[in-house]
T-cell receptor, first 111, second 111 residues
Framework: TQLLEQSPQFLSIQEGENLTVYCNSS?????LQWYRQEPGEGPVLLVT?????EVKKLKRLTFQFGDARKDSSLHITAAQPGDTGLYLC???????????FGAGTTVTVRA | NAGVTQTPKFRVLKTGQSMTLLCAQD?????MYWYRQDPGMGLRLIHY???????AKGEVPDGYNVSRLKKQNFLLGLESAAPSQTSVYFC??????????FGSGTQLSVL
């Protein structure tokens, strides 16, 4: 059983459309991170959110941390083919520094 | 700046063989980690280290051993490989357990 559940598992959209990826848990986290992974490479950190209700924007990407610090979402506006990849969320436990990863959402943006 | 380097990139083993995966980082990070990534299961922590000479078990440690004799290196050993250990292995490092920097992975097949 995954500590962090990501949905959907797969997402395929046309260039220019918007998309949202969700990361949910019954556990509270001290912080939550989002990574993007491209084929044949390791994950690369996109953002860290630490405060309940926090919203961070990174160009066309908007990240939100739930008020209770149990869930998060990633919204991409006007998706581009370069946004294609596996998006992973990872939560940092309250008592330790180990990250628990979700299974990921594979996003494909068609030109 | 190389970051995190993993060797080898690909390896095929027969059941029962042994091998060692090498991870090297040049960022003077204290923390290092070994993860395995399997389809639909995200990244699972095998072992980690919070400093030179220290190691600890992660979520799925059985069948693996690690050593951190030098701060910059973290070795992952498989003493007697099993088909269930077929996976992509990622090494990561961090300064204090937050932002993780990943290597590009080792694809291991055990026949």
């Amino acid at each position: 059983t995954q500590l962090l559940e990501q949905s959907p598992q797969f997402l395929s959209i046309q260039e220019g459309e918007n998309l949202t990826v969700y990361c949910n848990s019954s556990s509270v986290f001290s912080s939550l991170q989002w990574y993007r992974q491209e084929p044949g490479e390791g994950p690369v950190l996109l953002v860290t959110v630490v405060t309940g209700g926090e919203v961070k924007k990174l160009k066309r990407l908007t990240f939100q941390f739930g008020d209770a610090r149990k869930d998060s979402s990633l919204h991409i506006t006007a998706a581009q083919p370069g946004d294609t990849g596996l998006y992973l969320c990872a939560g940092e436990g309250l008592r330790d520094y180990k990250l628990s990863f979700g299974a990921g959402t594979t996003v494909t943006v068609r030109a | 700046n190389a970051g995190v380097t993993q060797t080898p990139k690909f390896r095929v083993l027969k059941t029962g063989q042994s091998m060692t995966l090498l991870c090297a980082q040049d960022m003077n990070h204290e923390y290092m980690y070994w993860y395995r990534q399997d389809p639909g299961m995200g990244l699972r922590l095998i072992h980690y280290s919070v400093g030179e000479g220290t190691t600890a078990k992660g979520e799925v440690p059985d069948g693996y051993n690690v050593s951190r004799l030098k701060k910059q290196n973290f070795l992952l050993g498989l003493e007697s490989a099993a088909p269930s250990q077929t996976s992509v292995y990622f090494c990561a490092s961090s300064l204090q357990g937050q932002k993780l920097f990943f290597g590009s992975g080792t694809q291991l097949s055990v026949l």
